[in-house]
């Protein structure tokens, strides 16, 4: 049983019952009954009962943002204007993804034969989201799965199955199989269940990047795919010839947005040293600017972080970092779970507070000597999901992207997202993409059929030349 806490006033909410083990193997059970049905379906039909999942889901916008709110605590008007009709976009775009699988083709390609090659769905995909977006995780997992022909298991994070259950329930609206998306419910041992299931074929985890290394032990003995959406630290590069203003409302807004608990958050801001004290003032007026606030108060820039245990790691972390704190820096008091949004200037690069993903409303700022000591701080922590750089020199901006070891460089922004680009990074942060055409393509497989049509000495045609 999991009990569920609204982070913006610490009060219950209610009960979530884990799921027991054997009803995880059942789910999956029913998961692949469904599929069987589901794999014939034809892209047009599957993509119909996407867009039809896509208009529910934009009809149900006030119960789904009362659920997320209270489970998260994150504005009700960000996650009503923002986060859902962009999650609506997503499922449109995987509607129209389900009918141009790419792949396809055919060719005589040996004298005698003509291969076909298909690109067919590859079962039973057991999927595991977290608790900072959990609707749109749910929708970047699901999504694509389901728009390839698989069926989808899904677990949300414990504290925030509510978004993740209503979907599922509209999508048997849009009239799916019954059973083609079940969501089963807990932490941990309920995840490895549904990893290491032998009816599952593929596992799909958004997490941290412990996480995501005990999915993939689980899914070894079933030589299962795996596909890994985990932790950050994005760099912001402040180069000379930035213009300050926007900068500092850029990367102070990627690094406040959801809190900070946003994996592809700005976490630490390297400047050009000739700039450093401007650059510092800027953000520090940007950040004293983010208002903190109730959910349901339109004025709220911010709500609380997920739980009290989380806001005291979060602190932990600023109690023990080097250089210093320019502002914040100071749990907020109140009955919910809030956190100054924070600005420490001059910290080591080797140091914890340079080098963790914190997860939290915290900026670290960092002078940097030139360009490659620039890209040598950026690339130098183990995660490799997200990056800006802030330059009017286009060459520059490109030069230094192309440096970095990263998933996505935004140059003057940071963290806008389409639904037609791939998400994902690289090193710690994991492998495999959400969104886009390549995410359908990754819950599918290439298939090739070689049909022969002519006599036997087509064989000739293996010999090499
Ligand atoms: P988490 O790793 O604690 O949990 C994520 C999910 O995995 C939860 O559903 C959890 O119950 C489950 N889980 C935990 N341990 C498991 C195990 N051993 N076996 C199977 N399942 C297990 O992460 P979180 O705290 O919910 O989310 C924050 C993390 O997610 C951060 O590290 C963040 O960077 C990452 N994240 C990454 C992306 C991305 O696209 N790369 C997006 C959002 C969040």
């Known amino acids: 049983m999991t009990t569920l806490i609204n982070p913006a006033d610490g009060r219950t909410i209610g009960d979530v019952p884990d799921t027991a083990a054997e009803d995880v193997a059942g789910a999956v059970q029913t998961a692949r009954e469904a599929f069987e049905q589901w794999r014939d379906a034809t892209p047009g039909e599957r993509a119909r009962v996407l867009l039809r999942l896509a208009d529910l889901v934009e009809g149900d916008a006030d119960e789904l943002t009362r659920l997320e709110v209270a489970e998260t605590g994150k504005p009700a008007a960000v996650f009503r204007d923002g986060e859902l009709p962009f999650a609506i976009d997503n499922l449109r775009f995987f509607a129209g993804a389900a009918r141009s699988l790419e792949g396809t083709g055919a060719g005589v390609l040996s004298k005698g034969y003509t291969s076909v090659l298909v690109r067919r769905p590859i079962g039973v995909v057991g999927s595991i989201s977290p ?32 978004t993740t259950l209503r979907l599922a329930e509209l999508f048997a609206a849009a009239g799916a199989p019954d059973g083609l998306l079940q969501v089963v419910t807990g932490g941990a041992d309920v995840g490895q269940a549904l990893v290491t299931d032998p009816g599952v074929d593929m596992v799909s985890v958004t997490g941290s990047t412990e996480t995501g290394r005990a999915v993939m032990r689980g899914a070894v003995d079933g030589l299962k795919r795996v596909h890994l959406e985990l932790g950050g630290k994005a760099p912001a590069l402040v180069f000379e010839d930035a213009t300050l203003e926007d900068m500092a409302a850029g990367v102070v807004m990627g690094a406040t947005y959801n809190t900070g608990q946003d994996c592809t958050a700005a976490t630490r801001v390297y400047i050009d040293r000739s700039r450093y004290g401007e650059a510092v003032e800027a953000l520090r007026d940007a950040v004293s600017r983010v208002r903190p606030g109730d959910p349901w108060d339109e004025g709220a820039d911010i709500g609380p972080l997920i739980s009290a245990a989380h806001r005291d790691r979060v602190h932990g972390f600023v109690s023990r970092a080097s250089g210093r704190i320019v502002w914040g820096g100071t749990p907020i008091d109140g009955p919910g779970f809030y956190y100054s949004p924070t600005l420490i200037a001059d910290a080591d690069q080797s140091s914890e507070i340079v080098q963790s993903e914190i997860f939290g409303p915290v900026l670290v700022a960092v002078p940097f000597d030139g360009e490659d ?40 922004d940071h963290l806008p997202i389409a639904s037609e680009a791939p998400h994902g990074g690289v090193k710690g942060s994991g492998f495999g993409k959400d969104m886009s055409q390549e995410a359908v393509q990754e819950y599918s497989v290439t298939r090739h059929l070689m049909i022969k049509h002519a006599a036997p000495q087509a064989r000739d045609s293996f010999r090499p030349a």
């Not at 977006?133 to 970047?140: Q, S």
């Not at 130098?380 to 998933?407: E, F, I, K």
Request: a positive charge.
């Open 373 to 412: 000591e620039a890209v040598r701080f950026a690339n130098d922590t183990p995660y490799g999901l997200a990056s800006s750089v802030w330059s009017a020199d286009v060459s520059r901006a490109l030069r230094v992207s192309h440096r970095l070891d990263v998933g996505v460089t935004w140059v003057n």
């Open 131 to 162: 608790w900072n977006f959990p609707f749109i995780m749910a929708v970047w997992k699901a999504g694509p799965a389901l728009a390839a022909g698989n069926a989808v298991v899904i677990k949300p994070a414990p504290r925030t199955p509510g």
